[in-house]
């Protein structure tokens, strides 16, 4: 699977759009980039995933670059809840074995 | 409710000592897994399993065991405890049917002690 690079750390403001990068840059044609977060050593949550096309769910939006190098997670509106580490993985779709976690983005929302 | 059902939430225990630690999930998956957290290290997946009777290794499978009897179990067996495995435990499970997306659904979490 291929690796994947986050910042360590961001803030954001409550009520504003947080934009979370991830550099990916030795994807391959198959592999699928996945979010997940962890909020304060509860269990990881799925957020969403992508293979090329942008995404869109009830909680983020997924932007992927034409190239599929980096990748965006967009939490539209974020809240005091959506402080976590957020991870972004890459692997194939359904390839069940390993799966690997990376250190992620502490993100942190203030008041 | 789709659920992981972890048990038990909080474990202190002595070196050497057998513990298990069950999993178990209602979504009628196939895939289930193991991972333990430690600071600075991140989650590192321990076992996982593909469906019943099949299992395999992760990244840190030493002291550890795994047993897949049934689809919707998966407890993980630390035969002889000691001091470097106390650590927060995760597990989870995904359905690996069909073509459709399948997500990851996590526990709560075992936080393990091992004194």
């Known amino acids: 699977d291929a690796k994947t690079t986050q910042p360590t750390s961001m803030d954001c403001a409550e009520g504003r759009a947080a934009n979370l990068p991830c550099n990916h840059s030795?994807?391959?044609?198959?592999?699928?980039v996945y979010w997940y977060r962890q909020i304060h050593s509860q269990g990881p949550q799925y957020i969403i995933h992508g293979l090329k096309n942008n995404e869109t769910n009830e909680m983020a939006s997924l932007i992927i670059t034409e190239d599929r190098k980096s990748s965006t997670l967009i939490l539209p509106h974020a809240t005091l809840r959506d402080t976590a580490v957020y991870y972004c993985?890459?692997?194939?779709?359904?390839?069940?074995?390993?799966?690997?976690f990376g250190a992620g983005t502490q993100v942190v929302v203030t008041p | 409710e789709a659920q992981v059902t972890q048990n038990p939430r909080y474990l202190i225990t002595v070196t050497g000592k057998k513990l298990t630690v069950t999993c178990s999930q209602n979504?009628?998956?196939?895939?289930m897994s193991w991972y333990r957290q430690d600071p600075g290290l991140g989650l590192r997946q321990i076992y996982y399993?593909?469906?019943?009777?099949?299992?395999d290794k992760g990244d840190v499978p030493e002291g550890y065991k795994v047993s897949r009897k049934e689809k919707r179990n998966f407890p993980l067996i630390l035969e002889s405890p000691s001091p470097n495995q106390t650590s927060l435990y995760f597990c989870?499970?995904?359905?690996?049917?069909?073509?459709?997306?399948?997500?990851?659904?996590f526990g709560q979490g075992t936080r393990l002690t091992v004194v």
């Open positions: 993985i890459v692997r194939v779709r359904d390839s069940w074995g390993k799966f690997q």
């Open positions: 979504m009628n998956h196939e895939y």
């Open positions: 030795t994807i391959s044609g198959n592999e699928y």
């Open positions: 989870a499970s995904s359905s690996i049917a069909g073509q459709s997306y399948t997500e990851a659904f």
């Open positions: 399993s593909m469906n019943v009777e099949v299992t």
